[in-house]
């Protein structure tokens, strides 16, 4: 008997975003380098941050969840 085990990850299913409505975007911090992925509103500008990017395979699952192909767009 496992006392603590992990949960089988299943395939998460793609998500749709509003591509005429929001960019997609890694959000980057000057002082530590720190990145997030997330969604800009075009019209007003805002942000809304989804997930941490760690390392190139947060990135490919950011990319992979939400059907997102092509460069992403950096910001500071």
């Given at each position: 008997?496992?006392?603590?085990?992990?949960?089988?990850?299943?395939?998460e299913?793609?998500?749709?975003?509003?591509?005429?409505?929001?960019?997609?975007?890694?959000?980057?911090?000057?002082?530590?380098?720190?990145?997030?992925?997330?969604?800009?509103?075009?019209?007003?500008?805002?942000?809304?941050?989804?997930?941490?990017?760690?390392?190139?395979?947060?990135?490919?699952?950011?990319?992979?969840?939400?059907?997102?192909?092509?460069?992403?767009?950096?910001?500071?």
């Amino acid at each position: 008997m496992l006392l603590f085990h992990r949960r089988k990850q299943e395939p998460e299913a793609v998500i749709r975003f509003d591509p005429e409505r929001y960019t997609p975007v890694i959000r980057r911090s000057i002082c530590t380098g720190e990145r997030s992925a997330g969604f800009r509103d075009k019209a007003t500008g805002r942000t809304e941050e989804i997930m941490l990017i760690r390392d190139d395979r947060d990135l490919e699952a950011f990319r992979a969840q939400y059907g997102i192909e092509g460069p992403i767009q950096e910001v500071y």
